[in-house]
Structures are given as C-alpha cells and as structure tokens.
C-alpha cells in the first residue's frame, strides 16, 4: 500500500529512548537521597538543570535552592560535560553560598559529576529517567524564566548583566512557599542559623 505516506511521520520507526541517551557512571538514584521535608529545613540542597537557547547553540545552566527557592543562572557557551562542570567549579569557587548536594536529571550535560562530588564533597543524585516532576522546583523557575526569555531566544545575545538581572528579580520576588518572603531574605535566615 501507499497509505503509509500520509502518515504524519511518514511510517518512521520510532528509536527506543534508552538508546538516544548516553550513559553515565556511578550515578546515584534520588531514591537515596533524604526527603524532600528534611531537604527544605536548611539551605544547600540544589536543583540544576539546562535551559537551551535558539537551535539549541546557546545555553542557561540553572541551580536552585530548595529550602530558600534562591535562583542561580549561569551562562554556558555550549552543552558540554566538561563546560557544565567548569561553571560549577567556578561558582564554587566564588561563592559563601553552602552546597550540600544537586539533584539533577539525566542528561548528558552531567555526566562528569563524580569529579565535583570527589573535589567538594557534594553529594549528587540523579533524577529517575522522564521524571522531570522529581525537580519541580527546579522545572518551576525554568517556566519562570522563560516569561523573560521565550522559546528561540538565542543567549549569546543576552548578556550577562542582563542574566544577572533577571536573577535578582526572581529572588527578590516574594513567594507564597516562603510566607511571602523572598529568597534572599529566606537565604540570609537560613545562612544565621
């Protein structure tokens, strides 16, 4: 038959999703990290994740806060593992913010994990596959951020001052989880105690 070209994909054979993805090494399941209750009492247990820019060639990296929801944004000049792992080291290096551990998807992007784990004594969880409901947070404020950068905006043409505004606006924004408080202001309680 002919019918088979109508089809919207054409009669394509759809690829297995566990192949598309590259693996990656000595991940830690979010199973074995401490409940998101216990989590949410003290600052320093983040979300990241990557937000892609315009055909996929500009990049946001995006770290937050669970206890204090406090909105990290990190410009990256591509997807890289090793890039992704170069601006952590580099936030962590010039930063008072505690880290106490990530959570992150599946992606590629992370896979040098072990690396900031072993040289800052981070502990790093992993996201079940297609399980982005497991970062919510995380998945919240990149909607956030996409009220101020839409879909196809390319950010090699957004600086990084205006990256950086856009930042303080999210955390200077009071949030109902916080009793309407701010993240900074939630972020300097935390950090006394």
């Not at 247990?45 to 990190?74: C, K, P, V």
């Amino acid at each position: 038959g002919v019918l088979y070209k109508q089809l919207r994909r054409r009669g394509k054979k759809y690829q297995k999703r566990d192949e598309l993805k590259a693996k990656i090494e000595g991940k830690i399941g979010i199973e074995q990290r401490a409940p998101i209750e216990q989590l949410r009492k003290e600052a320093g247990h983040f979300e990241i994740d990557t937000i892609y820019g315009l055909d996929q060639r500009s990049y946001l990296l995006t770290l937050n806060d669970l206890a204090t929801r406090y909105t990290l944004i990190i410009k990256l000049e591509n997807k890289e593992a090793q890039t992704v792992l170069r601006a952590i080291e580099h936030f962590l290096a010039n930063t008072l913010i505690p880290i106490k551990s990530i959570t992150s998807d599946n992606g590629s992007e992370f896979a040098r994990h072990a690396q900031v784990t072993k040289d800052y004594a981070i502990s790093w969880y992993f996201c079940d596959p297609y399980s982005s409901w497991q970062r919510g947070l995380n998945e919240n404020t990149n909607g956030l951020i996409r009220d101020f950068y839409p879909k196809r905006t390319d950010f090699r043409e957004v600086s990084d001052v205006e990256i950086l505004t856009v930042q303080n606006i999210l955390n200077n924004r009071p949030r109902k989880a916080l009793g309407y408080s701010t993240p900074v202001r939630a972020l300097i309680e935390k950090l006394r105690t």
